[in-house]
């Protein structure tokens, strides 16, 4: 799942780790404030935690979202208005009423759904960092979400507990650093060659060959996909089209129309975006190929969904 984020320029305050970005407008069901606070972890935790997203958002009516598939995990540390995840494929998948869960890599979209007043913590993990901090191999949690009271060991639960007590969002991102530090610190590390496997990956942009990769491990294409569906949660072939999908949707969200266009250039309109060039750029055979991926992936077609993003600011 993909959530979309309000754009900083740089972090500041609480020695340059936090940012603190208030949206106005948005769609009618929201407030018309919403809150972001942006933490950094500390430097040790870098390499696996990219960044800390707390939250503070109302909905006076029921705000439904769709969630696009991502082959990272979600993890949510709530307190407040409780949320519903739905998969429209399968209602086992989902979960209802719940403040805090993990959602698994996921290979298709889901919903989300949530009325009052939710506050919380947002963390979007690679996988392999996730199989660490959660114990227990991702294919366990391949398209679902689970409440964080029907994991293992409870400590998801007692921190949840603790972050809601903590008061202050440096506070929580600081309580947040310590409990993951112990948390890897007393897991064992992957198996090496998978690491490197999903960094190849990564480093592709989901264009390299699995060929090539199971050769360059000196495995065979079974063995590389067996281990793959078992730590990570999808398959060698299914990660990588989800990592070049994430590339040309973090376009719609992140960085824009125009990514790497420097500040100040105009954006273009609704409409003006070759998605040609964009298919290209990031891998796919053409438009078409793009727009399928899309419409598996985000349950919408890439101008669709850029229509439809909330205005900024």
Same mark, same amino acid.
């Given at each position: 799942?993909?959530?979309?984020?309000?754009?900083?320029?740089?972090?500041?305050?609480?020695?340059?780790?936090?940012?603190?970005?208030?949206?106005?407008?948005?769609?009618?069901?929201?407030?018309?404030? =919403?809150?972001?606070?942006?933490?950094?972890?500390?430097?040790?935790?870098?390499?696996?935690?990219?960044?800390? /997203?707390?939250?503070?958002?109302?909905?006076?009516?029921?705000? /439904?979202?769709?969630?696009?598939?991502?082959?990272? $995990? $979600?993890?949510?540390?709530?307190?407040?208005?409780?949320? =519903?995840?739905?998969?429209?494929?399968?209602?086992?998948?989902?979960?209802?009423?719940?403040?805090?869960? $993990?959602?698994?890599?996921?290979?298709?979209?889901?919903?989300?759904?949530?009325?009052?007043?939710?506050?919380?913590?947002?963390?979007?993990?690679?996988?392999?960092?996730?199989?660490? #901090?959660?114990?227990?191999?991702?294919?366990?949690?391949?398209?679902?979400?689970?409440?964080?009271?029907?994991?293992?060991?409870?400590?998801?639960?007692?921190?949840?507990?603790?972050?809601?007590?903590?008061?202050? !969002?440096?506070?929580?991102?600081?309580?947040? =650093?310590?409990?993951?530090?112990?948390?890897?610190?007393?897991? +064992?590390?992957?198996?090496?060659? #998978?690491?490197?496997?999903?960094?190849?990956? /990564?480093?592709?942009?989901?264009?390299?060959?699995?060929?090539?990769?199971?050769?360059?491990?000196?495995?065979?294409?079974?063995?590389?996909?067996?281990?793959?569906?078992?730590?990570?949660?999808?398959? +060698?072939?299914?990660?990588?089209?989800?990592?070049?999908?994430?590339?040309?949707?973090?376009?719609?969200?992140? $960085?824009? +129309?125009?990514?790497?266009?420097?500040?100040?250039?105009?954006?273009?309109?609704?409409?003006?975006?070759? !998605?040609?060039?964009?298919?290209?750029?990031?891998?796919?055979?053409?438009?078409?190929?793009?727009?399928?991926?899309?419409?598996?992936?985000?349950?919408?077609?890439?101008?669709?969904?850029?229509?439809?993003?909330?205005?900024?600011?």
């Amino acid at each position: 799942m993909t959530a979309t984020r309000p754009a900083i320029s740089a972090p500041r305050g609480a020695a340059g780790r936090i940012a603190t970005v208030r949206r106005a407008g948005g769609l009618a069901a929201v407030a018309p404030v =919403d809150e972001f606070v942006l933490g950094l972890p500390e430097v040790s935790l870098r390499p696996f935690v990219n960044r800390y /997203v707390g939250y503070r958002q109302r909905a006076d009516i029921p705000l /439904v979202r769709r969630e696009s598939a991502g082959v990272f $995990v $979600v993890l949510i540390l709530g307190w407040g208005a409780p949320l =519903d995840v739905t998969d429209p494929r399968s209602a086992q998948r989902g979960v209802t009423s719940v403040d805090s869960f $993990v959602a698994g890599t996921f290979d298709g979209w889901c919903t989300t759904r949530t009325v009052g007043v939710g506050e919380g913590v947002e963390l979007l993990l690679a996988p392999l960092t996730a199989r660490r #901090l959660l114990g227990l191999p991702l294919s366990e949690l391949t398209n679902r979400a689970v409440g964080v009271g029907q994991l293992p060991g409870g400590w998801l639960d007692r921190l949840r507990g603790r972050l809601a007590e903590t008061p202050g !969002w440096s506070e929580r991102f600081a309580l947040l =650093d310590r409990v993951l530090a112990a948390r890897l610190a007393a897991s +064992p590390p992957v198996d090496a060659r #998978l690491d490197w496997a999903w960094r190849w990956l /990564v480093s592709s942009g989901g264009r390299g060959s699995v060929g090539v990769l199971a050769d360059e491990l000196g495995w065979s294409r079974r063995h590389l996909a067996s281990r793959f569906r078992q730590e990570v949660g999808l398959p +060698p072939k299914m990660a990588a089209r989800l990592l070049r999908f994430q590339r040309a949707y973090a376009v719609l969200t992140d $960085v824009g +129309p125009t990514a790497g266009a420097p500040a100040g250039v105009d954006q273009p309109e609704v409409g003006a975006v070759d !998605w040609a060039t964009v298919a290209t750029r990031y891998g796919y055979y053409d438009q078409s190929h793009l727009i399928r991926d899309f419409r598996q992936f985000a349950g919408a077609t890439p101008a669709a969904l850029f229509a439809a993003r909330a205005p900024a600011g």
